[in-house]
């Protein structure tokens, strides 16, 4: 049985950061692109960051550029998005989503493409 566990979120003051984690079980998560999205109170849920099968560099939603960071530990399974200089626009739950490798352009926001997703970790930022 595949699982993706997110963890890590919370109540953090806007400028402080937070690091999220997502523990993968039943895949080998370096077979796979892993990605976070995010979806705030009344939004739609949105692509933030990716992390190729194939490596590479990562990829960002642009309002996140230069402030996240997403990495891979692969022999502990784990996917991570370190958070810096939060704001309160980042208010969001959190999902960790995986997609098997395989070839081809994709639209990386489009949540159908994804094969697993986790349930979710909310992280509020405060003003």
């Known amino acids: 049985q595949v699982q993706l566990v997110e963890s890590g979120g919370g109540l953090v003051p806007a400028g402080n950061s937070r690091r999220l984690s997502c523990k993968v079980s039943?895949?080998?998560?370096?077979?796979?692109?892993m990605a976070w999205f995010r979806q705030g109170l009344g939004k739609s849920r949105e692509f933030v960051a990716r992390t190729k099968w194939i490596g590479g560099e990562p990829d960002y939603l642009d309002s996140v550029e230069g402030r996240f960071t997403i990495s891979r530990d692969n022999p502990r399974n784990t996917v991570y998005l370190q958070m810096n200089s939060l704001e309160p626009d980042d208010t969001a739950v959190y999902y960790c989503?995986?997609?098997?490798?395989?070839?081809?352009?994709?639209?990386?926001?489009?949540?159908?493409?994804?094969?697993?997703w986790g349930q979710g970790t909310s992280v509020t930022v405060s003003s």
């Open positions: 989503t995986a997609r098997s490798a395989r070839p081809g352009y994709y639209d990386r926001g489009n949540q159908a493409e994804y094969d697993y």
């Open positions: 039943g895949i080998t998560s370096s077979r796979y692109t």
